[in-house]
């Protein structure tokens, strides 16, 4: 049994009522969810989104970024999530989904996964990413993403005549995409649970087919927007890294999640190599 298993079993205990579920047994396609009816891929909107690339990252790069590489089969970490993205296409039916990351507590790590599963997505050539940075309190993307000062989420929330094409931008990754931050407010205000927010999330469902869409969001802390973001995301993926959180807040944060979203947790371990449980 491991170290997260026994943790989770305490809590069970503890707090009676704790259902965990694993990344490899969540249901598939759950009920309530508006998944997007899964259409054939577009091979030419696919090349088109290639060639925009005006600049891809070279590996020193993708490395310094803590990006992981396609060409790196062997690596333990790139491995893992390959196997991820695989468990939300038999758990999505093959059906393009949004996927909302957060974490337990801060630093867990959940924008390293949320950037990384991104990028195994793209490294299947039928199929694109697109990451949407919602930790508005601790943005990351724009950090890693080429001509990052332009506008993001926020502005377009603000902004009723700025276009989704003017927010989504090349990451330097073929078939890859992404919605920084954007400019910080002083004031944050409640921009998930706006009706702009609804359209936004609706548009980029259907606008391919063959995308999937991540959630880069803040910790289960902030407990109202992840409840808004859940809303609109067909799965939720937990991180935590162990040591850093309880069995009872990590039992608190299960059972705040619908089981019929929960995908399961992602216990990274060591900074450098998650691990799947």
Not at 35 to 43: F, G, I, N, S, Y
Request: charged fraction near 20%; include cysteine.
């Amino acid at each position: 049994m491991s170290k997260i298993e026994k943790a989770l079993g305490k809590a069970r205990q503890d707090r009676g009522n704790l259902q965990l579920v694993p990344v490899s047994g969540a249901a598939a396609a759950p009920a309530g969810t508006a998944l997007v009816t899964h259409r054939a891929a577009h091979p030419e909107t696919i090349a088109n989104m290639t060639a925009g690339e005006t600049k891809l990252l070279a590996q020193d790069e993708l490395s310094a970024f803590g990006i992981i590489q396609r060409e790196r089969v062997e690596d333990p970490v790139v491995q893992v999530f390959r196997e991820l993205r695989t468990k939300v296409v038999q758990h999505s039916q093959g059906q393009s989904s949004v996927i909302l990351v957060t974490a337990v507590s801060k630093g867990s790590g959940a924008s390293f996964v949320a950037k990384n599963l991104g990028a195994a997505f793209a490294f299947d050539a039928g199929k694109t990413a697109l990451l949407i940075d919602c930790d508005l309190k601790n943005p990351s993307i724009h950090r890693w993403i080429p001509n990052a000062s332009g506008p993001g989420l926020m502005d377009y929330l603000d902004n009723p005549d700025l276009d989704i094409a003017g927010i989504i931008r090349p990451v330097g990754i073929p078939r890859y995409r992404a919605i920084t931050a954007g400019a910080p407010r002083k004031i944050p205000g409640e921009y998930f649970s706006s009706l702009k927010m609804r359209r936004l999330m609706d548009a980029i469902r259907v606008r391919y087919s063959e995308r999937y869409i991540i959630v880069d969001g803040p910790p289960m802390s902030d407990m109202a927007d992840i409840r808004v973001l859940s809303e609109f995301s067909d799965y939720v993926l937990i991180v935590t890294r162990y040591g850093q959180a309880t069995s009872a807040q990590i039992a608190g944060c299960l059972n705040a999640v619908s089981d019929r979203k929960l995908l399961g947790i992602v216990f990274n371990d060591e900074p450098c190599l998650p691990r799947l449980r």
